[in-house]
């Protein structure tokens, strides 16, 4: 079990950056996968970034060239740095897992970009 507290969301002109941060209540060293999701209200939760223990990454087609994840072991946190910002990456995103645990969903965080 592993309790997962996002942070770092907001208001951003579209073009803006953000960088998003994860924190594990436990050490992540372990945990071969985790990933970054968005949701839309009224849509599905959608994976956008993941990377494994190794440091190999993947990304959805949508921020590929603009969003990059990175993980700090020593620190238990993920991150996800935002760059070029569209209206369309307006979102909830959460970290988990990937693929993800039902029980570790946290509250996300909240990114806006306006136009």
């Known amino acids: 079990q592993v309790q997962l507290v996002e942070s770092g969301g907001g208001l951003v002109q579209a073009g803006g950056s953000l960088r998003l941060s994860c924190a594990a209540s436990?050490?992540?060293?372990?945990?071969?996968?985790m990933g970054w999701y968005r949701q839309v209200l009224g849509k599905q939760r959608e994976l956008v970034a993941a990377?494994?223990?190794?440091?190999?990454?993947n990304y959805a087609d949508s921020v590929k060239g603009r969003f990059t994840i990175s993980r700090n072991n020593a620190k238990n946190t993920v991150y996800l740095q935002m760059n070029s910002l569209k209206p369309e990456d307006t979102a909830v995103y959460y970290c988990?897992?990937?693929?993800?645990?039902?029980?570790?969903w946290g509250q996300g965080t909240q990114v806006t970009v306006s136009s």
């Open positions: 988990n897992e990937d693929p993800p645990q039902s029980n570790y």
């Open positions: 436990r050490s992540i060293f372990s945990i071969n996968a």
């Open positions: 990377i494994v223990s190794g440091g190999s990454t």
